[in-house]
């Protein structure tokens, strides 16, 4: 199979600042050297373009042109390549350009690599769709995973050059899928197909798979009018996947805070199985006032971090918001320049955004309650610390009061007896049966006992009888 002209665009986007990533160092460079990389890699060729661009360029701005105005020319503010890459038994020219931007608090690379219609003024020759893997070799338009990349879409453009049944243009597409990517690839599964100015298009990847998510869009033009249109609204298609990548991001990146407060809820149930209930049957001694009071000082900061958990998420459904509003706003623009159907463009804001907010409302309806959870449940162990603690300070309070009486008692017990034995303590003798000092210790004791009873018999009645 042969495809006329075919462009490759990598659409590739990267936070520059964002105040919920902490990555020490931060590579703001990253997206620079990426596209370096790839350039290097495919056409040998070397952009340097972190020198070429200015990224304090027009600060508040929320779209600008990063190239310097000394790198600009004819204001094409691109860098364009061209070099020659062999194809077996003859030399084809490809060409591109890097288109360097800032976007609200990202850095956007747009790169092209193509293969040109015309060359000295006639038509290039058809390719073989397996040319497309020379245009990525080593898979370098995969760009790598890193903390501040938001994501990227790889469309792949070529004329169609004669093929009009969909079943058979369905195949090229699948096997422009084949070719851009390694032999062995996990290839993003076929998502749906529609058209586009005219012209099929097909899209790769599904959220299912969010982990190995990955967007392709092949898009075969049947005649002038899809590349005209393009042309005329080539920015706001940018800013469109651009948005796209944002959501997309915001959603997977709710996945997993979604597994953290998974997580956290099932020790909060667990802990909550653990808490005392209120069962007159069960002894007070059996609870752990240590380990209670270990849980005071421990559920406060889970609760402060389950907390943030929940904010996390109400901040990715924010953030899916409003970039799924700022979606629908370039897709009005891009109507009104095209004046064409964009329903195929549409399906990802009215379907795909609104199942993540709806998802991710449903999350926080869920773990909201556990939230609710977490305070009562503080809230009750602080409860049953409070009781526990009086209850063994009262009951510590009785014991020196009964202990106390004891003493008393056995005290004046014995001073009494002891007023009444006549032999002196000094002349003590074993050959008497009782000696007085013995007595005295005898009486003493056994008031202390009596005493003792007594002390815990007026206790006992007291508690009873209020």
């Not at 373009?49 to 200015?54: E, M, T």
């Not at 997993?256 to 956290?264: C, G, M, T």
């Not at 009486?405 to 003798?429: C, L, R, Y």
Request: hydrophobic share 40%.
């Amino acid at each position: 199979m042969k495809i006329y002209a075919p462009n490759i665009h990598l659409f590739a986007f990267q936070l520059y600042k964002s105040a919920n990533i902490d990555v020490t160092p931060i590579d703001k460079n990253f997206l620079w050297n990426t596209g370096d990389e790839i350039v290097d890699i495919t056409l040998h060729q070397d952009l340097h373009l972190s020198q070429r661009i200015d990224v304090n360029k027009e600060p508040n701005s929320p779209r600008v042109d990063l190239l310097k105005d000394t790198e600009v020319i004819d204001e094409n503010y691109a860098v364009s390549f061209d070099g020659i890459t062999l194809d077996q038994n003859q030399n084809l020219l490809i060409k591109g350009f890097a288109h360097p931007l800032r976007l609200y608090d990202s850095y956007s690379l747009w790169l092209n690599l193509r293969r040109p219609e015309k060359e000295n003024n006639n038509h290039t020759d058809d390719v073989d769709i397996s040319f497309l893997r020379k245009l990525n070799p080593d898979n370098c338009l995969t760009v790598k995973d890193n903390p501040l990349f938001i994501g990227q879409t790889l469309l792949i453009t070529g004329w169609l050059t004669g093929a009009r049944d969909k079943k058979i243009i369905q195949q090229i597409a699948n096997e422009c899928l084949k070719s851009i990517f390694p032999d062995n690839y996990l290839l993003p599964q076929f998502n749906r197909q529609g058209e586009l100015f005219g012209s099929l298009i097909f899209e790769y990847g599904l959220f299912s798979q969010l982990s190995n998510y990955q967007h392709v869009l092949i898009w075969l033009f049947a005649d002038e009018q899809a590349d005209d249109k393009l042309n005329q609204c080539y920015q706001e298609l940018l800013d469109l996947f651009f948005f796209r990548a944002k959501a997309v991001k915001a959603y997977k990146d709710s996945r997993e805070v979604y597994k953290q407060l998974d997580s956290a809820y099932r020790d909060i149930e667990i802990i909550i199985e653990k808490i005392p209930k209120s069962d007159k049957t069960q002894a007070t001694k059996t609870v752990d006032l240590t380990y209670l009071k270990d849980l005071l000082k421990t559920l406060p900061q889970s609760l402060l971090t389950y907390t943030r958990l929940l904010r996390n998420l109400e901040e990715y459904q924010n953030t899916i918001a409003i970039n799924t509003y700022n979606y629908a706003e370039r897709l009005q623009q891009i109507h009104d320049i095209t004046g064409e159907s964009i329903k195929f463009l549409e399906i990802f804001s009215q379907r795909n955004c609104l199942f993540f907010q709806q998802q991710i409302d449903a999350d926080l309806g869920y773990f909201h309650h556990g939230s609710e959870l977490l305070s009562k449940a503080i809230d009750s162990i602080r409860g049953i610390v409070e009781i526990e603690q009086a209850e063994r300070d009262r009951s510590l309070e009785d014991t020196i009061q009964v202990v106390g009486i004891a003493f008393g008692g056995g005290a004046i017990v014995s001073g009494v007896v002891t007023q009444h034995i006549d032999k002196p303590f000094t002349e003590i003798n074993f050959k008497y049966p009782i000696h007085p000092l013995v007595l005295s210790l005898l009486w003493s004791f056994i008031a202390t006992v009596a005493c003792f009873l007594l002390a815990r018999l007026w206790l006992f009645t007291k508690r009873k009888w209020g």
